[in-house]
């Protein structure tokens, strides 16, 4: 396996992660920060509100974009096992 073959096997793991895993941490960042700002202003201190925030947007993430996470997740796993052949050399 040549050091270019390699940094596209990377490059490829990397889009995947960012594809499956960002949305949600994306939302959930999001999330926490709209319901830390809010709570500052209001000066409520409970944790258990920002989880549930962060808990139903996680959900909303799920529903609205997890058949496309899916999606690419099979993909890469399809792509993966196909080069085995080509890693394996």
């Not at 096992?81 to 394996?88: D, H, K, P, R, S």
Request: proline share 2%; net charge neutral.
């Amino acid at each position: 396996m040549s050091p270019d073959h390699a940094a596209q096997i990377l490059a490829q793991f990397i889009g995947a992660v960012l594809a499956i895993a960002g949305p949600i941490l994306a939302a959930c960042l999001v999330g926490g920060v709209v319901v830390g700002v809010v709570q500052t202003a209001t000066q409520i201190n409970e944790a258990s509100i920002s989880y549930v925030a962060k808990a139903g947007l996680l959900i909303l993430i799920l529903l609205l974009a997890g058949g496309a996470m899916a999606d690419k997740l099979i993909q890469y796993t399809k792509a993966s096992f196909n080069g085995i052949t080509e890693v394996a050399r």
